[in-house]
């Protein structure tokens, strides 16, 4: 059960690399932000690609499988984009919420696409669950608040979307890739498509501009990402997609502890009940999905 401990480390990771994220976007714009922590990740991921001894089966790699890691990456790409821009407008606690209900969207496609119909009420009731537990967790801010208040909601939305199409594409993928080198692989494409962004939007000149301390908090957050995806694309690999996805989503239960220490931002008691229900979910799910 080895992929059952690495999905949780990638929830772990993960869970932190929001609050990285949420450090590095004070002042920097949220594109370059995931231009820049990309190609942490790509450094991170092609060395233990180097490490594990699997660069030699890039040569290997079937077309079929290229073809899906590429429209994982680019799923990718468009899911970071659209969640650091919400990260950048509205409260950690709010937006990392809405970003996990890709885990409903996911679960249902591995049934549908993937056949994973054991244990298919229970499946489907911890997804309920968990889809009660997201929309607990989302509360609206004040009228009083900046004009964005509600911005942050819509690419929230889109990110979670592409963010379920990752999950699902890199599932077909993967197969028969070995896990490090089919992450460094999307992570590439990640790179091409988030510094073309940069500058189809004439942002390359804000690099330069990034302050020491938000650099290093975006490096860091690109460490943490390269070491979730790791541990997520081999639990990927080898385990239950409707199970791996849920768990790396409890990710949130991390970024809720470290959201309330760093930046004060406490959970109501709405909201602490939905998180309950999540981990109920991700809980009955990993034990008896």
Known sequence: ????????LSAVFAGITSILVKCGVK????DVVTALRTVVVLLFSWIMVFVVGSAGGITQVSTRSLTFLILSGFATGASWICYFRALSMGDVNKVVPVDKSSTVLSVLLAIILFGETHNLAVKLGSTL????????????KQ???HENSSKWILYAVLGAVFAALTSILAKVGIEGVESNLGTAIRTGVVLIMSWAIVFMKGKQHQVSKVNRQEMLFIALSG??????????????Q????SVVVPIDKMSILVTVL????VFKEKLSRRAA?????????TVIMAVWG
């Open 1 to 8: 059960m080895l992929w059952l401990i690495m999905a949780v």
């Open 27 to 30: 002042t920097t714009d949220s």
């Open 129 to 140: 669950l968990l889809g009660v537990g997201i929309l607990m967790m989302v509360e609206h």
């Open 143 to 145: 009228a009083e608040q």
């Open 223 to 236: 460490i943490a990402t390269g070491a979730s995806w790791l541990c997520y694309y081999y639990a990927i």
């Open 238 to 241: 080898n385990g239950i997609v």
């Open 258 to 261: 470290f959201s309330y220490i």
């Open 273 to 281: 009940i939905g998180l309950l229900l999540m981990l109920v979910g």
